[in-house]
């Protein structure tokens, strides 16, 4: 599709398949993550790729608009979706919202994502709404990103219990978790650690996610908050100690 947005840069459907297709490649994180990853290449990548995808979007909107048509091409959604990945929750708040009126993408596809950047946002309430609209609206054979999402949002607000118990109901029907890394890719990449580490710790890996929770801890984006949940989610996996000062182990002096 890249190639052909090139061959035919006059198509605003040519140009809006390459977008879909660029947003919807998955840029995965290495197999092996920890606080000492570099994880510079894969920054690098998502910026080129968005970079490229969001120069469609404008190409297409200015075919458009010189043909005088109106669109329903989805633009807004997969503008919020970039935007949404490169971090600038405001700007992808403004197109997500935009498509929701332009409806030319289902309501709960677009309520998954501005869930997630009412979420980003630390705006709780309002993720807690779309996130429950995106799962309540959502078909059942395509609610597991819609659950994926409710839970990131549930752990955020506080929920342990319920984050983890649909965390784990999810994690578990998804197989191979390739939904969970459809999710990913919109999402920028410390959420995607924050992401997988929780997967992790919820399936009770706890070494892969105790070097996830570091690889989180170690960018730059995550706020104070944000950082406060992951230290407390990776202290809970820490081993206690062996002996906890009662009874002498054998052999011991009392």
Not at 79 to 95: F, K, M, N, P
Not at 132 to 160: I, K, N
Not at 201 to 212: F, Q, Y
């Amino acid at each position: 599709w890249a190639s052909q947005a090139g061959e035919c840069p006059n198509a605003p459907e040519v140009l809006a398949m390459a977008v879909r297709s660029e947003l919807l490649r998955r840029l995965d994180l290495p197999d092996a993550v920890d606080g000492a990853t570099d994880l510079s290449l894969l920054d690098e990548a998502l910026a080129t790729s968005r970079s490229a995808a969001l120069g469609w979007i404008g190409d297409a909107r200015d075919e458009l608009e010189r043909r005088s048509e109106a669109g329903g091409l989805g633009l807004e959604y997969w503008h919020g979706r970039a935007l949404l990945s490169l971090g600038d929750y405001e700007g992808a708040q403004t197109q997500l919202e935009q498509a929701l009126d332009a409806r030319a993408i289902d309501s709960w596809r677009i309520r998954r994502l501005l869930a997630l950047t009412a979420l980003f946002r630390g705006e709780l309430d309002s993720a807690l709404v779309q996130a429950f609209r995106a799962y309540v609206d959502a078909p059942s054979s395509d609610r597991y990103l819609a659950e994926y999402v409710l839970a990131l949002v549930l752990d955020r607000a506080g929920d342990t219990a319920g984050s983890r118990r649909r965390m784990k109901d999810t994690l578990d029907r998804d197989g191979d978790q390739g939904r969970m890394r459809s999710l990913e890719s919109a999402l920028p990449i410390h959420e995607r650690l924050y992401l997988r580490a929780f997967a992790q710790t919820v399936r009770a890996e706890p070494a892969s996610a105790m070097r996830l929770w570091d690889a989180y801890l170690a960018r730059p984006e995550p706020e104070a908050p944000e950082r406060r949940l992951a230290e407390r989610h990776r202290r809970a996996l820490e081993p206690l100690p062996t002996n906890l000062g009662g009874m002498p182990k054998p052999g011991e002096a009392p």
